[in-house]
Protein backbone atom coordinates (compact mmCIF):
# COMPACT_ATOMS: atom_id res chain seq x y z
CA UNK A 1 0.00 0.00 0.00
CA UNK A 2 1.54 3.60 -0.97
CA UNK A 3 0.00 6.69 -0.82
CA UNK A 4 2.22 10.51 -2.30
CA UNK A 5 0.95 13.46 -1.50
CA UNK A 6 2.50 17.29 -3.10
CA UNK A 7 1.75 19.78 -0.37
CA UNK A 8 2.55 23.35 -0.46
CA UNK A 9 4.26 24.42 2.98
CA UNK A 10 1.12 25.39 4.88
CA UNK A 11 0.37 24.36 8.60
CA UNK A 12 -2.63 23.63 7.30
CA UNK A 13 -1.44 20.30 5.00
CA UNK A 14 -0.25 18.40 7.56
CA UNK A 15 -3.83 17.05 8.02
CA UNK A 16 -2.90 15.84 4.66
CA UNK A 17 -0.25 14.09 5.79
CA UNK A 18 -1.67 12.39 9.17
CA UNK A 19 -5.08 11.30 7.11
CA UNK A 20 -2.43 8.89 4.86
CA UNK A 21 -0.35 8.03 7.62
CA UNK A 22 -4.00 6.53 9.14
CA UNK A 23 -4.76 5.07 5.77
CA UNK A 24 -1.49 2.61 6.24
CA UNK A 25 -1.60 1.69 9.51
CA UNK A 26 -4.32 1.18 12.52
CA UNK A 27 -4.84 3.88 14.68
CA UNK A 28 -3.49 2.65 17.81
CA UNK A 29 0.37 2.39 16.28
CA UNK A 30 0.39 5.73 14.43
CA UNK A 31 0.71 8.13 17.62
CA UNK A 32 4.52 8.12 17.90
CA UNK A 33 4.84 8.00 14.15
CA UNK A 34 2.58 11.27 13.53
CA UNK A 35 4.53 12.93 16.00
CA UNK A 36 7.90 12.60 14.36
CA UNK A 37 6.01 13.47 10.93
CA UNK A 38 4.74 16.35 12.24
CA UNK A 39 8.33 17.58 13.60
CA UNK A 40 9.73 16.78 10.51
CA UNK A 41 7.14 18.72 8.84
CA UNK A 42 7.42 21.93 11.06
CA UNK A 43 10.82 21.99 10.90
CA UNK A 44 10.42 22.18 6.78
CA UNK A 45 8.19 25.30 7.62
CA UNK A 46 10.34 26.94 9.83
CA UNK A 47 13.51 26.67 8.56
CA UNK A 48 13.65 25.30 5.05
CA UNK A 49 12.14 28.36 2.92
CA UNK A 50 10.86 25.51 0.82
CA UNK A 51 7.91 26.24 -1.52
CA UNK A 52 7.30 22.61 -2.68
CA UNK A 53 6.97 19.35 -0.07
CA UNK A 54 6.75 15.71 -1.37
CA UNK A 55 5.82 12.97 0.74
CA UNK A 56 5.87 9.34 -0.48
CA UNK A 57 4.59 6.83 2.53
CA UNK A 58 4.68 3.51 1.86
CA UNK A 59 3.63 0.18 4.03
CA UNK A 60 5.42 -3.08 3.73
CA UNK A 61 4.48 -5.62 6.43
CA UNK A 62 5.54 -4.07 9.72
CA UNK A 63 7.54 -1.52 8.18
CA UNK A 64 5.88 2.29 7.02
CA UNK A 65 8.62 4.41 5.31
CA UNK A 66 7.67 7.55 4.87
CA UNK A 67 9.84 9.84 2.30
CA UNK A 68 9.90 14.22 2.87
CA UNK A 69 11.47 15.86 -0.06
CA UNK A 70 11.64 20.01 -0.28
CA UNK A 71 12.79 22.36 -2.35
CA UNK A 72 14.23 24.59 0.88
CA UNK A 73 17.49 25.14 1.87
CA UNK A 74 20.03 22.14 2.18
CA UNK A 75 20.05 20.32 5.80
CA UNK A 76 20.92 16.63 7.20
CA UNK A 77 18.76 16.06 10.47
CA UNK A 78 21.03 12.86 10.59
CA UNK A 79 23.91 14.66 11.34
CA UNK A 80 22.94 16.57 14.46
CA UNK A 81 23.84 15.48 17.98
CA UNK A 82 23.27 16.67 21.10
CA UNK A 83 25.52 15.77 24.31
CA UNK A 84 22.46 17.42 26.38
CA UNK A 85 20.11 15.15 28.60
CA UNK A 86 16.56 15.21 28.43
CA UNK A 87 16.15 17.61 31.20
CA UNK A 88 18.76 20.52 30.14
CA UNK A 89 16.74 20.95 26.84
CA UNK A 90 14.43 24.60 26.69
CA UNK A 91 10.30 23.34 25.33
CA UNK A 92 12.20 23.11 21.52
CA UNK A 93 15.48 21.34 20.16
CA UNK A 94 14.37 17.74 21.64
CA UNK A 95 12.76 16.98 18.35
CA UNK A 96 15.55 15.59 15.92
CA UNK A 97 16.81 13.43 18.90
CA UNK A 98 13.00 11.94 19.45
CA UNK A 99 13.15 11.45 15.58
CA UNK A 100 16.08 9.53 16.04
CA UNK A 101 14.93 7.83 19.04
CA UNK A 102 11.68 6.74 17.10
CA UNK A 103 12.61 5.28 13.63
CA UNK A 104 14.03 2.27 13.02
CA UNK A 105 15.61 4.29 10.07
CA UNK A 106 16.71 7.97 9.37
CA UNK A 107 18.53 8.56 6.55
CA UNK A 108 19.02 11.94 4.39
CA UNK A 109 20.39 12.68 0.93
CA UNK A 110 20.68 15.85 -1.08
CA UNK A 111 18.91 15.14 -4.52
CA UNK A 112 19.24 17.71 -7.37
CA UNK A 113 18.70 20.61 -5.24
CA UNK A 114 16.27 19.00 -2.80
CA UNK A 115 15.92 17.36 0.57
CA UNK A 116 15.20 13.64 1.17
CA UNK A 117 14.39 12.44 4.42
CA UNK A 118 13.51 8.75 4.82
CA UNK A 119 12.11 7.52 7.65
CA UNK A 120 11.48 3.98 8.58
CA UNK A 121 9.21 2.89 11.35
CA UNK A 122 7.67 -0.66 12.78
CA UNK A 123 4.06 -0.69 12.71
Given at each position: MEKELNL???????????AGIRE?????????????????????????GATK??????RDGDELTVVFTDDGKQFDPTTYQSDREF???????????????????????????KNQLRLVFRV
Open positions: QPTVSEYGKVMLIPEHNAKKILVVCEEWFQNILSHSIRVHMKEDFDLGGMGLSMMKEITVVMEYQRVEE
